[in-house]
């Protein structure tokens, strides 16, 4: 036993003395190449003073870097976080130029601008060679890995003992359908996944079905509270308030999940020893990061981006993921440029900001959150939920089945079996439950295919002037809210002032378009249109492009119309008749359930859909959309160990986000027994006012 100690000690000793040395040589290496970094003093030295010198320099900035840095970053919560990502080279360039200072003599010496450049090269090189050396080792690596989770759990007062109920991860990979993850599998794009399919014992996969709002807001909301009614879509228009409702933006989604608590007198998933991470909402969890609800609770979102700051506590992640931002930029660049030069259809525009917006998406919120996410394991939590936009934010804009969309999903799949190999050395078991809440589909836009916005055409049938071109119409993008809220700027709610009280609010989700009337108290009738805009109605139900209309019928109640004057009401709506035919089975059902909600729009549009293709057209500037019906956007998939019971039984679908909700709840009992009973809110503030969280009590 104390053999087996010295033995630790000794090898920990001989890896801080490799990276020691190899920290020295590249700072040799950096004084020999940069004319403004030197280790000697002006009248030269020998070659042993100038390696002491460096020895000198690298051991004070390793040891600078690992006592001030944690600090240091902490202090800074009041700092956007991605301004942070780039202070964090200044700031760790100002610890090189301290720890040049405490070199004996006054031998070191360097610009500002040189010593960011070196410090951020010494922190890479340190930090990968620390890392080879452990992998190196595999006992070395598991007891690096061990010392930390124990170190965790005397810090949380848990037990040491690997024996108690496992926990449960939930990967959200947003917008990845079920067929594009079995094509994925298949191809050998996601290695992992397929291990998990081809073990008979491993992983089981099922697709299930959104409502008719196949948007981020609605299933997240839906499978982490319990509740997605009246959430109509991503963006909505309110009558009684005036306001625009936006699922990604901060005060939006802490309303959304204040309603959801009311409504089901339930915190959420994720109450009882939970963690949400890079999620709308919070699921009722007490540790949060990237958690855009609660951006809008805390005034500058500093609770809600405290994941940025402990991931960026190690300069060395701020390094890697600086580079990697930067090379998915120039990807981008480079992917945009070859599509325009193979003149490859449909296509839509990628500059401006869009690149930066993409590596954001696909890099930062990547490595915080599954940073984050290993830190949750490590820590023990019960149950983590954590969703990944990556995939979805490119196939926007490149299309589902894109190569760009492709190797995004490999790369997402390389962050699974880094939190697959992370299992092996947590303080409990973990089961990792995949699930995505929507798909996409393809197509070109609306105003690619007819030369004209959703919105120019409400004009024309309303008899209101039109412009002589198309405006394009702005992309819900939850990475693109995400980016303004960590700089702190406010999220646009997507609908511009009305030029006068009698002007349509046109708003678009995906293919899925909702037309209100502020002129026309409650929800407008189908004869109030008629009377006040006799040729609105037949205008859009008789376009090409559009599927169905859903208004409500004085006479009849509410109905649907489709091309050729087909009128049905929604009590009488069959799957695959009428208008509804082509959208599959459930259609008619969610087109019901939508009609029954308080804010449902005056008139509810959706587009077409060519069941031959799978293609619709989005109302966005989108070529891979979501938001309504038709094809592949209400698929999204489950995939969940085998130890786990089915979902549903075998002759059942999985219906709703709301279900989902329950099938996760009851694993979550299979996996740590009974929940905690949590209290009820009542008028007396049983609920956390600030972001409606009801507390487990006992």
């Known amino acids: 036993m104390g053999d087996g100690r010295w033995r630790t000690a000794g090898s920990a000793l001989m890896r801080v003395v490799v990276v020691w040395a190899v920290s020295t040589l590249t700072m040799l290496a950096l004084a020999g190449i940069l004319p403004d970094f030197q280790l000697q003093s002006d009248d030269g030295d020998t070659i042993t003073k100038i390696a002491f010198t460096a020895a000198w320099g690298a051991g004070a900035f390793g040891l600078l870097s690992a006592l001030v840095w944690p600090a240091l970053v902490r202090a800074l919560l009041i700092v956007p976080a991605l301004v942070l990502g780039l202070l964090v080279f200044f700031l760790n360039g100002s610890l090189l130029l301290l720890a040049l200072r405490l070199i004996p003599d006054g031998r070191g010496a360097a610009d500002p601008q040189t010593a960011v450049v070196v410090a951020a090269v010494m922190s890479a090189v340190a930090s990968a060679t620390s890392t080879a050396l452990a ?9 690096r890995l061990s010392r930390l989770a124990v170190r965790r759990r005397r810090r949380s007062g848990t037990d040491s003992g690997r024996s108690g109920p496992p926990g449960t991860v939930f990967i959200q990979l947003d917008g990845v359908g079920h067929d594009v993850l079995a094509r994925a599998a298949d191809e050998g794009l996601m290695p992992t996944v397929a291990r998990w399919l081809a073990d008979e014992e491993g992983h089981r996969l099922t697709p299930w079905r959104t409502d008719w709002s196949s948007q981020t807001g609605a299933s997240q909301l839906g499978i982490l509270h319990g509740s997605n009614h009246d959430v109509p879509a991503f963006r909505w228009y309110e009558k009684e308030t005036g306001d625009v409702m936006v699922s990604s933006r901060p005060a939006s989604a802490l309303e959304l999940q204040r309603r959801a608590v009311a409504r089901t007198h339930d915190g959420g998933l994720l109450t009882l020893d939970g ?12 540790q949060l990061a990237l958690v855009l609800s609660m951006a809008a ?11 940025y700051f402990a991931y960026f506590s190690d300069p060395a992640n701020a390094v890697r993921t600086a580079l990697s931002f930067v090379a998915e930029v120039c990807r981008e660049i480079g992917q945009s440029t070859r599509a ?28 915080v959150v599954v940073a984050a996410v290993i830190g949750d394991m490590f820590a023990g939590r019960t149950a983590v939920y954590a969703d990944l936009v990556a995939y979805d934010e490119v196939a926007h804009h490149s299309g589902p089945d894109s190569r760009d969309a492709d190797k995004v999903l490999a790369r997402l799949d390389r962050s699974l079996a880094l939190i697959v190999k992370v299992t092996e050395h947590t303080p409990r078991a973990y089961r990792i439950v995949l699930l995505s809440d929507h798909g996409q589909s393809p197509g070109e836009t609306f105003a690619g295919a007819y030369g004209l916005t959703l919105k120019d055409l409400v004009r024309a049938g309303c008899g209101l002037p039109v412009p002589r071109r198309a405006q394009r119409t702005p992309s819900a993008s939850e990475a693109r809210d995400a980016v303004r809220i960590a700089l702190h700027r406010p999220v646009d709610a997507g609908a511009e002032p009305l030029a006068r009280p009698s002007d349509p609010v046109v708003l678009a989700s995906g293919n899925l378009g909702l037309i209100s009337f502020p002129d026309i108290r409650g929800r407008a009738s189908r004869e109030q249109l008629d009377h006040s805009r006799p040729a609105l109605l037949g205008t859009l139900a008789n376009h090409p492009g559009i599927g169905f209309l859903l208004v409500r019928s004085e006479r009849h109640g509410s109905v649907v119309l489709g091309r050729g004057g087909t009128e049905v009401p929604v009590a009488e709506l069959v799957d695959g008749e009428g208008p509804l035919a082509p959208f599959g089975p459930g259609a008619a059902e969610a087109v019901r359930r939508t009609d029954t909600f308080p804010h449902v729009a005056d008139i ?3 587009s077409m859909y060519d069941g031959a293709t799978g293609q619709v057209h989005a109302f ?7 938001g309504g019906l038709g094809g592949e956007q209400s698929r999204p998939f489950l995939l969940w160990p085998a130890e786990l019971s089915a979902p549903v039984a075998p002759d059942a679908e999985l219906v709703g986000a709301e279900q989902v909700h329950r ?28 972001d409606g969280t009801v507390r487990a009590v006992g």
């Open 663 to 690: 099938v996760l709840r009851r694993w979550l009992r299979e996996c740590s027994g009974p929940q905690v009973p949590l209290s009820r809110p009542d008028a007396a503030g049983g609920a956390d006012e600030a």
């Open 297 to 307: 609770r805390f005034g500058k979102g500093r609770r809600s981006r405290a994941g």
């Open 135 to 143: 992998v190196r080792d595999d006992n070395a690596y598991r007891r």
């Open 604 to 606: 509810m549009v959706n």
């Open 275 to 286: 963690a949400s991470r890079g999620n709308l909402f919070s699921g009722g969890a007490d």
């Open 620 to 626: 966005e500037e989108q070529i891979g959309s979501h």
């Open 340 to 367: 325009r030069m193979r003149k490859e259809t449909p296509r839509i525009k990628r500059g401006g900001l869009y690149p930066f917006i993409r590596a954001f998406a696909t890099v930062v919120e990547r490595d």
